[in-house]
């Protein structure tokens, strides 16, 4: 039976993140310090995990995305991505990664079940990553994304967070990608998560980004698929890829809002922009599948019709998107 919410919404995708911690520290996403991690009695263990994904599959999830943190630090990740690819019902299992490690993991990760990478990837250039990541290395994970093709999986989705004056140069450079390679590119604006002053200088709006891309090449809209997310695809004449943008705070995407998230931490939680959550660890100690079960059909119900981001008197309490898993 569908899961809908109140606002009459599909609900079917569950963003399950497995760790807070990364191998990398993006000055967007996590600050440069001061960040507790959690410790390891604090996050939820995978047979913990393997029970939530099974009792959200039973209300009517079909999707599942890995995230963190890096999803692909945390030990024995493989082993916790075959049982997850095997609950029975689960019609999508993918994976969101920063890509350091694909090199090592791709083929390993493809024969657990993973179906489709989502890879980020904010620069080209060695010092720009460099400088937006806190030290890492872009030429690791351009690495990665070719293994992860040579391991088998489709056409990988990448994310660009763009930030003007830091990568927006490169946005014709992303385009370009798609030409040869049938990657899908997708532009993300910049959310205030960690509420930098100046947010709204860094910000570029989805439509600045396709005005710029217009500009050089011929776009033309590009069908999305099914359980996908909040990503607007187009795609340049002739282009062997796509692009797409997604607008969390030009356009916002949520009346067509199809997720919910539930964190390493064991939160529940039905809208990432919004401090509110349900600890289901408590649940999870009883072993209460039934309880478990209405754990989540309360936070379906009570998810927001939309974030208050552009709404003055509505305080967005910073946080570490990975904390949450974006
Ligand atoms: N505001 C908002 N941003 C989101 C939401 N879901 C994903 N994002 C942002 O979109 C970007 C891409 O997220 P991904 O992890 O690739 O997931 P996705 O776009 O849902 O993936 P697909 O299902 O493959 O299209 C990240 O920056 C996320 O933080 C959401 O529900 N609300
Ligand atoms: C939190 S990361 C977790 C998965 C993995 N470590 C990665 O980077 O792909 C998930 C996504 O959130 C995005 N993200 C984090 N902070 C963001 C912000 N402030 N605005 C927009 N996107 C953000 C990242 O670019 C990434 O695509
Ligand atoms: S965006 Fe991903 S890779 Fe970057 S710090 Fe956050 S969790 Fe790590
Ligand atoms: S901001 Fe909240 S309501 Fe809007 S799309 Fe994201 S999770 Fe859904």
């Not at 047979?47 to 039973?58: F, I, K, T």
């Not at 356009?251 to 919910?260: M, T």
């Not at 408590?282 to 079960?293: F, I, S, T, V």
Request: overall charge neutral; charged content about 25%.
């Amino acid at each position: 039976m569908k899961l809908l919410d109140t606002h009459g919404r599909h609900i079917n995708y569950l963003r399950l993140s497995v760790t807070d911690r990364c191998n990398l520290r993006c000055s967007y996403c996590m600050p440069e310090q001061g960040i507790e991690k959690l410790c390891h009695g604090d996050i939820l263990s995978y047979e913990d995990l393997v029970s939530v994904a099974r009792q959200a599959v039973a209300i009517g999830i079909e999707k599942i995305r890995i995230t963190g943190g890096e999803p692909l630090v945390r030990r024995d990740i493989i082993r916790f991505l075959k049982e997850l690819s095997a609950v029975p019902g689960l019609k999508q299992l993918v994976l969101t990664t920063n890509g350091l490690l694909l090199a090592e993991m791709a083929e390993d990760l493809f024969k657990a079940g993973v179906q489709r990478l989502n890879i980020s990837l904010d620069s080209l250039k060695e010092q720009t990553f460099a400088h937006i990541t806190r030290g890492g290395d872009v030429h690791r994970v351009l690495r990665g994304l070719d293994a992860a093709e040579a391991a088998g999986f489709p056409p990988h989705k990448i994310n660009m967070v763009v930030m003007r004056g830091i990568n927006d140069e490169e946005v014709l450079d992303f385009a370009a990608m798609t030409l040869e390679r049938p990657y899908a590119v997708r532009f993300i604006e910049y959310m205030p998560t960690l509420q930098a002053d100046n947010w709204r200088d860094l910000s570029v709006s989805g439509s600045e980004i396709l005005e710029r891309i217009g500009k050089r090449y011929e776009l033309v809209p590009y069908g999305s698929q099914e359980l996908s997310g909040p990503s607007r695809n187009f795609k340049i004449k002739g282009s062997a890829g796509s692009i797409g943008i997604i607008t969390p705070i030009s356009g916002h995407f949520c009346s067509d809002c199809n997720r919910i998230r539930v964190t390493s931490a064991g939160m529940a939680k039905g809208c990432l922009l919004s401090g509110d959550g349900m600890d289901l660890k408590p649940l999870l100690r009883l072993g209460d599948e039934k309880r478990l079960r209405e754990a989540l059909r309360q936070i379906v119900a009570g998810k927001p019709d939309r974030h208050g981001l552009d709404d003055n008197n509505k305080e967005l309490q910073p946080f570490a998107m990975s904390r949450v898993g974006g």
